[in-house]
């Protein structure tokens, strides 16, 4: 199994600019989270999915969007970067069957805008 | 609502040395508690949970924690720390009862340890 994989690994944006930070797993899990994760602050939720078609807001969604099409990806869309989404974003998987269930992460991408 | 607060963003040991890393939470239900632990510029992998039952949990590693409801602390803990250990540690709770429960983080906490 590959798990959680993203992609791209690394990142260099110019202000304005848009991309699609990639999130697929291979677990068939329902539920699907994209993270942010900024030195001395953790990781702070942006945005989740707990099915196809169905996705939420987190703690930090200004500057985001994302959409469920399947229950294998989760892309991460940045509609106009600005240099406070520097950041590394982290996508997290589990299963749906309960609050204990363990949530697996992918590598992450190191976004830099400039 | 919930919260998670880490003591100390950093903490240096020597090898062999105790490991004591500090987590207190808040949450107005049961919770359920969770150490992750993410090695350089890598993404973060469990090193151990708590949801219910026994309160002293094992996780990987030689790590362990022991949920005290009483004092709302999940401390992690390791008797003899290893040069591999050297990492940052996260705490994290999410709300119990329920289905899908956001995971709320510390700010983490760097273990450094010196041969």
């Known amino acids: 199994n590959a798990g959680v994989t993203q992609t791209p690994k690394f990142q260099v944006l110019k202000t304005g600019q848009s991309m699609t930070l990639q999130c697929a797993q291979d677990?068939?899990?329902?539920?699907m989270s994209w993270y942010r994760q900024d030195p001395g602050m953790g990781l702070r939720l942006i945005h989740y999915?707990?099915?196809?078609?169905?996705?939420d807001q987190g703690e930090v969604p200004n500057g985001y969007n994302v959409s469920r099409s399947t229950t294998e990806d989760f892309p991460l869309r940045l509609l106009s970067a600005a240099p406070s989404q520097t950041s590394v974003y982290f996508c997290?998987?589990?299963?749906?069957?309960?609050?204990?269930?363990?949530?697996?992460f992918g590598q992450g991408t190191r976004l830099t805008v400039v | 609502a919930q919260s998670v607060t880490q003591l100390g963003s950093h903490v240096s040991v020597s090898e062999g040395a105790l490991v004591l890393l500090r987590c207190n939470y808040s949450?107005?239900?049961?919770?359920?508690l969770f150490w992750y632990v993410q090695y350089p510029n890598q993404g973060l992998q469990l090193l151990l949970k708590?949801?219910?039952?026994?309160?002293l949990v094992k996780g990987i590693n030689g790590f362990e924690a022991e949920f005290k409801k009483s004092e709302t602390s999940f401390h992690l803990t390791k008797p003899s720390a290893h040069m591999s250990d050297a990492a940052e540690y996260f705490c994290?709770?999410?709300?119990?009862?329920?289905?899908?429960?956001?995971?709320?983080f510390g700010q983490g906490t760097i273990l450094t340890v010196h041969p």
């Open positions: 708590y949801t219910t039952g026994a309160t």
């Open positions: 997290a998987s589990r299963k749906g069957t309960g609050g204990d269930t363990e949530a697996f």
């Open positions: 999915s707990v099915g196809a078609g169905i996705t």
């Open positions: 677990m068939n899990h329902e539920y």
């Open positions: 949450s107005s239900v049961p919770p359920y």
């Open positions: 994290a709770v999410r709300a119990g009862g329920t289905s899908y429960g956001k995971l709320t």
